[in-house]
Every structure is written in C-alpha cells, then in structure tokens.
C-alpha cells in the first residue's frame, strides 16, 4: 500500500499543508480555514447541481458518524461559514485533517488502506490534547466519506509540536548546540500568539494568548462600516506599516467618489489607531513573558513581520533569528509562496514537514533491524 506523509498547520486565517507521497516530492496544499456543519441533502444537492469542476480542496466536504461538514472554499463562499475564532484550534483540526487527506487522496488516486504519517501544529494551550487528538483522528481516518465517497487509511505515524517546534527543529544554523543556550521561540499568527523557552535543551515553558493579529483587524472593523474581515485583514496587510491610502481605496472603491475620500480618511484612521493598540497589547505582554537574559529570540509568523522594527528594538537585548535560512528554503522550493507573501506564515509547518519525515525514516530503519533481528533468531 502507498503512504502519504503530511502535516497540517490549522491556522485561523489559512489552513496550511505540506506533503508527499513514497517518492520523496514535496508537495503545498493550502485551504480556506472555515469549517460549516451542513445537513447531507444540502450537500448531495450541491454535487448534482454544481456546474464545472474544481480541484477536491476546494470543493470539500466530509461524512464522519452522521455529521457533513463543509471546509474551506466551500464552507466560506456557498455556505457563508465564519472563522469560528472563539473555538479551539483543537475542536476545528479533525474535520480540516479529514478534508485535506481526503483532497490528496483524490488528486493523487491514493486507494483505501494507504498508510498515513501526520504531523499537526497546535497551540501551547492545546498541546496537552494531543493524545485525545491522537486517538480522535486515528479512529476517523479508519472510516469518514469525502464527498460520498468511502475513505480508510491507517495512521501509522502521529506527531504533534505546539507551535513554533517546527522553527526550533529547522529554523536554525546548523551545528548550533540547543543544549548549551537558552532561546524564545515567538510565534506570532492571526487567531494566537505563542512563546516556548528552551533552557539547555528542554522547554521549560509555554503560552498561548488569543492575542493575534485579528484583535487589530476587528478593532478596525469597529470603527469603520460594511467591511467583510477576510478582505480587511487582506488590505491592511497590503497597505503596509504606512497605512497606505491607496491600497485602502480598495475598501472603498464600490462608493460614490463624493463619498469615497471621507471613507478611505476614517478606516486609515481606524487602522493606525488600532495598529497603535494592539501593539501596545501585544509589546506588554511580550516583555512579561520572554526573559531579558535569552542567548536568541527566534521569531516567526506572519504577524511578527508586520511589527518587524518595533520587534527588532523590543528585543535588542538578545540574538534575533528571523528564520531567513528556512525561508531561504521554502522559496526556492516554492515560489509561489513567495509570490503570495506566504513564506513568513509557512515556516513553522515546513520545518515540522521535515521533521516528521525525518522521524518515519528512522522509525522504518528501527523495525527493519527489529525484523533481521528477530529472522536472525531463528
């Protein structure tokens, strides 16, 4: 039988994959992150009225004990589905896992039974369910459906790192000695921020706070009208640290032009006030919770670009890491993420890739030693 191996970032703003079958070509898969529990008949309805064919990630749905859920570009455009930012990443992951191996299953004709390797990324917060996790989606890859159609697989690998793990397993030079130094590991994203602090080679703490980027982007929506948060949150990272008006015109292009100027003044204002608290929020907790005597502070998500000089003074004191070699990495085997500014929300999940299947390999070594032994015996 195949095997896939797979790991799984399920952010708030982008539901996040690498993977590859048994010859070694890595491959990204990116979905919508929203995820709508919509009744069976809805969903058979749609297959036989849709017009056209899209790739199986974009059309998503899966059947797990009598329960269909839509997932990513399907849930948010034909059922209207929001993020769901107050859930835990954890509640969200399994059906997001079933939808992504299922898309890969049907581009790449992978047949039932297939082994799976997975790697999941969750919050510190949540890094204490990944047993639970472990089970949940073991037992429901064994028997769901992906758009009506029976699928089982066998999870034969399962690996979990809270976020940032996959940056502290990749991100650095190599030959640096993590059990000589102490280091931050600052993971800023869209729905939670996260430090780890590793002391000679062991963590000796994690947090997670609900404080990320979407705190600033429904600040703004507060003080503005009319405007959809998946679009806002697109504008404000295009108009930049200067709050480009221009790109803000965006916003505000469907209005009169009378009107159209006063608009474009009261959400750049709303953007540079709300900028201004949240990182007030954001640079408090910061200094709580990473120590001033770190060797390095290695820092990562799509957020921390954003605030890269404020972060850059935050942390003078210490040895900053913007995982550059990694990225490095990551574009020239994928240029279109950088083509769509992708590769600072990407590093995390990309060094977990590695990591996990550096992991099946010496787990396969293992019981093929355990095997000649045993043969050996006899």
């Not at 995982?323 to 990407?346: D, G, H, V």
């Amino acid at each position: 039988m195949s095997l896939l191996r797979l790991v799984v970032d399920p952010g708030g703003s982008l539901l996040k994959g690498f993977y590859t079958l048994e010859r070694f070509e890595p491959e990204l898969i990116l979905m919508e992150p929203e995820v709508a529990t919509v009744p069976l008949e809805i969903l058979e309805n749609y297959e036989l009225t849709k017009i056209g064919s899209s790739n199986p990630e974009n059309s998503a749905w899966i059947e797990y004990q009598d329960k269909c859920q839509a997932v990513g570009f399907l849930a948010r455009k034909r059922f209207h589905a929001d993020l769901q930012l107050q859930k835990r990443k954890f509640e969200l992951a399994l059906p997001k896992v079933l939808a992504m191996i299922g898309a890969i299953a049907d581009k790449h004709d992978l047949e039932n039974g297939s082994s799976i390797h997975l790697g999941i990324l969750l919050p510190w917060g949540e890094y204490q369910d990944r047993i639970l996790f472990q089970e949940l989606v073991t037992t429901a890859l064994s028997k769901y459906k992906f758009k009506g159609r029976s699928k089982a697989f066998s999870l034969e690998l399962f690996l979990c790192l809270p976020e940032g793990g996959g940056i502290l397993t990749r991100g650095r030079a190599p030959g640096s000695d993590l059990k000589e130094k102490s280091f931050a590991v600052v993971m800023l994203g869209y729905r939670d921020i996260s430090i780890l602090l590793i002391e000679r080679g062991e963590m000796s703490k994690g947090k997670t706070e609900p404080l990320g980027f979407s705190k600033m982007v429904e600040s703004v929506k507060r003080q503005t009208s009319g405007l959809d948060l998946d679009r806002l949150t697109g504008v404000i990272c295009k108009a930049g640290k200067s709050s480009s008006g221009k790109a803000l015109e965006e916003l505000a292009s469907e209005l009169d032009p009378v009107y159209r100027e006063h608009e474009v003044s009261k959400i750049r204002k709303a953007v540079i006030n709300s900028r201004q608290e949240y990182w007030m929020m954001l640079s408090n907790w910061l200094k709580l919770q990473v120590p001033r005597d770190v060797d390095e502070v290695i820092i990562s998500g799509g957020t921390a670009h954003y605030f890269q000089s404020q972060l850059n003074n935050l942390f003078s004191f210490s040895n900053l890491n913007w995982c550059e070699i990694l990225e490095t990495q990551l574009m020239n085997s994928f240029p279109q993420a950088a083509s769509k500014s992708l590769n600072y929300r990407l590093t995390d999940v990309y060094g977990l890739f590695f990591f996990l299947c550096a992991k099946g390999i010496r787990q396969n070594n293992s019981e093929v030693a355990s095997h000649k032994s045993e043969v050996g015996s006899y």
